[in-house]
């Protein structure tokens, strides 16, 4: 039987990751889960666990939210403005 090569932990061969230590038997594995957990961390749904899990949650909003506008691009900036413009003009012409 094979072992984890982190803990030594014997390993199954249905096993994915180690019950012991956690470790990924697989390289690709272990980038799919990081490549996720980036993902859950720019997600909206990653932001609003992140705020209701911290202690002060004021103050937590404003970090994340400044953590948003640094992470806008300009062509996000500029894909709001169209957008935003579109909207008005709508509105202009019903009225
Ligand atoms: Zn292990």
Same mark, same amino acid.
């Given at each position: 039987m094979k072992q984890c090569p982190a803990? &030594?932990?014997e390993r199954n061969n249905t096993d994915i990751r180690c019950p012991e230590c956690g470790r990924f038997y697989?390289? #690709?594995l272990e980038l /799919? $889960? $990081?490549? !996720?957990?980036? $993902?859950e961390k720019s997600t909206f749904r990653g932001r609003c666990k992140r705020i209701l899990n911290s202690g002060n /949650?004021?103050? !937590?909003?404003?970090? $994340?939210? !400044? =953590?948003? /506008?640094? &992470?806008? =691009?300009?062509k996000a900036v500029f894909a709001l403005f169209v957008i935003f413009v579109? #909207?008005?003009a709508l509105v202009i012409t019903v009225l």
């Open positions: 803990c &030594g932990h697989s390289k #690709v /799919i $889960e $990081e490549e !996720a957990l980036n $993902e /949650i004021n103050q !937590a909003m404003r970090a $994340e939210l !400044a =953590s948003t /506008i640094a &992470g806008l =691009s300009k579109f #909207v008005f």
